[in-house]
């Protein structure tokens, strides 16, 4: 069975709006510890000329200064990468221009033409159209990048095609930054973690960035969680440029203070380099907004988040040791009191039913649109649904998450995209030719029967199923928490992979066992009984 789909980080970006109240204030930070089942959330903030450091939590470090507290970062180590590579241009050592097959010449085999063509400033910026991850690993596993090497990722680059030439629509691919990495070794002469000591953390003071913590580092590390359990450190071989550095809050300040103030830094022209839109939205793997530059991080235990705002001197961090927040729970307080909507006049059904569908957004990422309540809610692929409030014509918004949705019609009035407007960023998502789902949406109360620990064949892994924002989350051990929709009684579907779950009842009506279903095999797993 193929495995789930596993990330380094989230399809979207959090919420990047800067608002003028400390994260660590209630409402943000220390509220949202307060219901935190384990691990603690550090905030950082450059406000007013000075560095603000918080910690909050049930499992705050004792005795360490919370800006200490090591942490891993996941995706933000991609930007590192970027970095390497505006220097590299620099150096005239790659440009960005520079295809696969010329930076790996014959070194590397390729069965597509089209990935041999593949520029290095489509890696940097997600338009590749290369997959998110590799087929040829075992991603379930609680260490799912500890063994994958640069000879595997030789191998299936060596396999993999893509449908079309690029430049493709921003589509994020861990692979891609992984081979983006490589590539500037080859270039640069030496490894990707010392290039990274070298080149950057040693010049900008950051003694506590690195892959592989010192004995020091690691007693200050914070131990991964995943909701109220024990989560596992990762580990990265091939898959390091993508997301393999651990960092701490005062060393993220002094990335961010560079990326305010390049021109203070030793880094300033490679800096001013990366940070220059390569596509839409985002440079040399930084994504970029309206006088922002941001990245966010997710690994098996570990949320993170980066924010700088160059022109109002401002450093946002929070770097949370639990999988199960995120660093947007920690944001959104103070960004959506600067979001301004009003709730327009409510629609019927009747009206609401031209919004009802489903929509492309980048190559992986699916809007869904249903009726539900009376209103019109919307999700993500591998995201809840949340309910959007009609603001005028064609255009509904979400307070919570301070973003509008804006809907798009052809010559003929019929309604043929949607734009997300978020983070100061629009994605626009082509309507697909396919109808939207038609969900059972139960209460929460009412999903409680079919929650518990489920024993799956092989006897080492366990599926755990939990109640989360009124939506079914199934784990199996190893990968994450990911959503299940029910589309008739008792039958779950995930929105991310192609695989179902049917639950089965014993001659009293309570659940014993699941079924799952993917890639045409049917497998049982038995309910624990408590």
């Known amino acids: 069975m193929k495995p789930l789909l596993l990330a380094l980080a989230w399809l979207s970006l959090s919420s990047v709006l800067l608002a003028q109240k400390p994260l660590s204030l209630a409402g943000s930070a220390q509220n949202i510890a307060k219901s935190m089942p384990r691990g603690c959330i550090v905030t950082g903030e450059w406000r007013d000329g000075k560095a603000v450091y918080a910690i909050s939590g049930p499992d705050k470090p004792a005795n360490l200064p919370a800006e200490k507290v090591v942490f891993e970062i996941g995706s933000i180590s991609k930007v590192f990468t970027g970095l390497l590579l505006a220097q590299a241009v620099l150096e005239k050592k790659l440009t960005f221009e520079t295809t696969l097959t010329q930076a790996l010449n014959a070194k590397q085999a390729f069965a597509d033409d089209k990935v041999a063509a593949i520029t290095l400033a489509q890696l940097a910026t997600h338009t590749s159209g290369l997959p998110r991850m590799p087929d040829n690993a075992d991603f379930t596993v609680a260490d799912p990048y500890g063994t994958y090497d640069t000879k595997k990722l030789g191998e299936w680059l060596a396999s993999v095609k893509i449908e079309k030439a690029g430049p493709h629509e921003m589509s994020y691919s861990n692979a891609g930054v992984a081979i983006l990495g490589h590539v500037i070794e080859r270039a640069l002469g030496d490894s990707w973690s010392n290039l ?64 305010n103030h390049p021109e203070s830094s030793p880094l300033r022209e490679a800096i001013q380099l ?15 907004g309206d006088d922002l530059i941001a990245h966010n991080g997710g690994t098996g235990g570990y949320r993170t988040l980066l924010q700088a705002k160059p022109k109002t001197d401002q450093v946002r961090i929070v770097l949370i040791n639990n999988a199960e927040l995120e660093p947007v729970m920690v944001t959104r307080p103070l960004d959506r009191e600067q979001f301004k909507a009003v709730e ?92 939207a789902p038609e969900y059972l949406f139960r209460p929460a109360k009412e999903l409680e029967e079919f929650t518990g620990v489920y024993d799956f064949f092989p006897p080492d892994k366990v599926f755990t199923i939990e109640v989360r924002r009124g939506t079914l989350f199934v784990q199996l051990t190893g990968q994450p928490f990911l959503p299940v929709f029910e589309t008739k009684p008792g039958h779950f579907e995930y929105d991310v992979v192609f695989a179902s779950l049917e639950f089965e009842r014993d001659e009293t009506g309570q659940i014993k066992r699941l079924h799952i279903t993917q890639n045409g095999l049917k497998l049982p797993a038995l309910k624990r009984r408590k």
């Open 344 to 435: 327009g006049p409510k629609l019927s059904e009747a009206e609401l039913k031209p919004y009802v569908g489903v929509f492309k957004l980048g190559q992986e990422g699916k809007l869904t649109f249903v009726i539900r309540d009376g209103g019109l809610w919307c999700k993500l692929t591998g995201q809840v649904f949340l309910p959007y409030l009609h603001e005028k014509k064609d255009v509904f918004f979400h307070r919570g998450v301070a973003a509008r949705l804006i809907f798009g019609r052809d010559a003929s009035g019929v309604i043929t995209s949607v734009t997300l407007d978020q983070n100061n960023q629009k994605q626009v998502a082509k309507r697909l030719d396919e109808q």
């Open 274 to 288: 990366a940070v220059k839109p390569l596509a839409e939205g985002i440079g040399c793997c930084f994504f970029l």
């Open 196 to 259: 990274v000591r070298d080149r950057i953390t040693q010049p900008l003071g950051m003694h506590d960035t690195m892959p592989v913590p010192t004995a020091e580092m690691r007693q200050r590390l914070a131990p991964p969680f995943d909701g109220k359990k024990e989560a596992h450190e990762w580990t990265f071989q091939a898959f390091a440029p993508a997301g393999g550095l651990r960092s701490t809050a005062a060393d993220m300040m002094l990335f961010g203070r560079a990326l």
